[in-house]
């Protein structure tokens, strides 16, 4: 193997690493440049972390899911198991848990997440569990978000969601 060859290989590799690298970028930003956007409610758990840095680790009613939640029955399902969350849009236009299956839905908005929690109540991750922000504005969230809050949520066509933002409620006097 001549230093030619070597050298190619060393680019080639460099190359391929550059390039799986962008392709995993690109592949989480996709519901954020194609994906509808909706509304879901949502409550802090534990909004900061000394580890992680600042952000505010959310929960959604569609998170913990009962045993009856599956619309067929699910012998037992496995942690890492994909799951097919079909949300419905209520009166005030924010999106809703309306039924889980193991199946693709065919149409409507939902959300394609893991099982995390394989015994009942089902613990399902979404990739949306997590909002990073400055340590200014995660600071604020902390005391915003309390009482709940909006979550803006990407939804791309195969049910892949990126959060987009997070909106405390209006402030009360």
Known sequence: MTRRHIALALCATIA??????????????????????IHVRTIPVDPRSLFRGNYARLSYGFTTLPEDALGEPITRPRVGEVLYVSLQQDEEHVYDFAGASVDRPADGVFLRGRITHNTPPYRVAYGIEAFFAPKD??????????????????????????LKEVIPPPAQD
Not at 137 to 162: F, H, I, N, Y
């Open 137 to 162: 504005k995660a600071v604020q969230l902390e005391d915003d978000l309390r009482s709940g809050g909006l979550a803006v949520v990407m939804v791309s066509e195969t049910g892949k969601a990126a």
């Open 16 to 37: 391929l690493q550059f390039f799986v690298l962008l392709g995993m970028v690109v592949n989480a930003a996709i519901p954020l440049w194609t994906g509808r956007e």
